[in-house]
């Protein structure tokens, strides 16, 4: 019979990801059966996957993570329903990896929950006649009480798969003991019983310091603790915005100790409806590069490069970058310019038929200028993997090869006068600025390289050696690692499974 085990949580962002991505990993080196699965995903980082179909579907990026910790190949069974706001109040609905149409909030619940929690069923049924273990991971609070009749992801998931619960708190944000209790005791009764226990995310410090207050919470519950997980993060793709900085800092990440003068910065609007930011992670984990978050008023000064990411509202986003002025500075900027999927249609000349998108604007908007491109939106819906030929203009010059990675996006981009396409289909380069349909061109090595190249060259700066990244242990690795050092898995029943 196959066990489900639900990584719930006391809020969001308190690491259910990564235990779940760890899980998986510790599982499948054991060589046991695991897939990952999540009933009802709300996320603008989506990737393409194989839907039940043989066509082409999207789910979260957390599940696809998972499922490449736990070595099975991804499908839009993992995760069923994913919602992606676009503002406004509203979501596009997205049912077995296919977009239906925009939702708010009353007409999912009132029109298309039954329809969804249908969906949810059959995607979990067919893992588990496949895998000996799933790992279902919940969203935000398990202990939200408005919602626990309708509670997808959380409640439900937990009775049709008669899931072990797995509840996860964080300590860095304080308040730990109090919030674990609290979530316990608001959980409905005829849960409580499948509490195997609980984990401590991100502490920080002498783990002594914790063992009174956990024997305190145990003693008041009757659940255990099952681990305590110090503050590591694995590398692990994030899924929610909220992991970037807030609009009104200058985050910086990637900072490494390399020194100032071989140190580039490239800058990334932070887009109020900006998706599948983990486009950016792999330059990031580059010596000398600095991705630095900008808020849409902010400045380029001293920025080395740009990439405009993805948008699941482009043309809103478009605006916010011309109230702010983000587009004069763009104009005036002199370094390499990438536009990624909504940020290559942001660099275009215009946008028509932009009322399919906004509710702000009708007909023709008027874009950056900066490709000689026009933009214009239908409602059908491209989504697929890709593998391009790079051929070296502009940005990405000095570089060739295959390309590969995933395209997902509403609207056609067509020339308006004769250009190089550099990645072939809807791709456009000029002397400094690159635009392209393709999600995950920084995790292929050449483009990566031809992009950096061309930004510590525009800086007059020396590119630094890449090290020996490719002999430390990858993320899922690491994930699978804090969770067999730092968390038993006794109580939930899956160490005898593993030890069989």
Request: charged share 25%; net charge negative; glycine share 12%.
């Amino acid at each position: 019979m196959t066990r489900t085990v639900l990584i719930a949580g006391t809020a969001s962002h308190v690491g259910k990801s990564t235990v779940a991505a760890g899980l998986c990993r510790v599982l499948a080196r054991n060589g046991v059966s695991v897939a990952p699965y999540k009933a009802q995903n709300m996320s603008n980082n989506a990737r393409v996957v194989v839907s039940r179909s043989g066509e082409w579907g999207e789910i979260g990026v957390a599940q696809y993570v998972q499922a490449t910790a736990a070595r099975v190949t991804p499908t839009t069974d993992l995760n069923p329903v994913l919602l992606k706001p676009r503002g406004d109040g509203e979501s596009q609905l997205v049912i077995q990896g296919e977009a239906t149409e925009h939702v708010g909030v009353d007409s999912y619940y009132d029109e298309h929950w039954e329809r969804a929690r249908e969906a949810a069923v059959d995607s979990y049924r067919r893992l588990a006649a496949d895998h000996e273990v799933i790992v279902a991971e919940g969203a935000g609070s398990i202990a939200e009480i408005n919602l626990h009749d309708r509670d997808l992801a959380n409640v439900e998931t937990a009775e049709f798969a008669d899931a072990e619960i797995v509840v996860v708190v964080d300590i860095e944000r304080g308040g730990a003991f109090a919030s674990l209790y609290g979530t316990l005791e608001l959980l409905p009764d005829r849960l409580r019983e499948q509490v195997a226990g609980a984990v401590i995310t991100k502490f920080r410090g002498d783990r002594s310091l914790l063992d009174a207050g956990i024997a305190e919470i145990e003693a008041r519950t009757g659940v255990r603790i099952l681990g305590v997980i110090p503050y590591d993060d694995p590398g692990l793709p994030a899924e929610d915005s909220i992991s970037i900085p807030d609009r009104d800092e200058r985050g910086v990440f990637g900072e490494d100790g390399v020194p100032e003068e071989q140190t580039v910065a490239v800058g990334v609007p932070r887009l109020p409806r900006i998706s599948n930011f983990t486009d950016l992670d792999p330059l990031a984990r580059e010596p000398g590069v600095r991705v630095v978050y900008l808020p849409p008023d902010g400045s380029l000064a001293g920025i080395d490069g740009v990439v405009i990411p993805g948008s699941k509202n482009t043309v809103d986003d478009l605006l916010a970058l011309q109230e702010s002025g983000f587009d004069e500075q763009l104009r005036a900027f002199d370094g390499p310019v990438v536009g990624l999927c909504g940020g290559f249609q942001i660099l275009g000349e215009r946008i028509t038929n932009a009322e399919i998108e906004s509710t702000a604007v009708s007909g023709t908007v008027e874009g950056v200028g900066l490709l000689p491109i026009e933009t214009r939106f239908s409602a059908d819906k491209r989504l697929e993997q890709t593998t391009r030929t790079l051929s070296g203009v502009g940005p990405l010059s000095g570089r060739s090869g295959s390309v590969s990675g995933y395209e997902i996006h509403m609207g056609r981009s067509t020339p308006t006068e004769p250009v190089e396409r550099p990645l072939g289909g809807e791709s456009v380069g000029t002397e400094r600025v690159l635009g392209t349909y393709v999600h995950g061109l920084f995790e292929n090595d050449n483009a990566r390289s031809a992009f950096l190249d061309s930004v510590f060259s525009a800086a007059g700066s020396n590119r630094p050696e890449s090290g020996t990244a490719g002999s430390e242990r990858s993320p899922y690795d690491r994930a699978g690692d804090l969770i067999a050092d730092h968390v038993d898995l006794g109580p939930t029943g899956l160490k005898p499974l593993i030890e069989e």
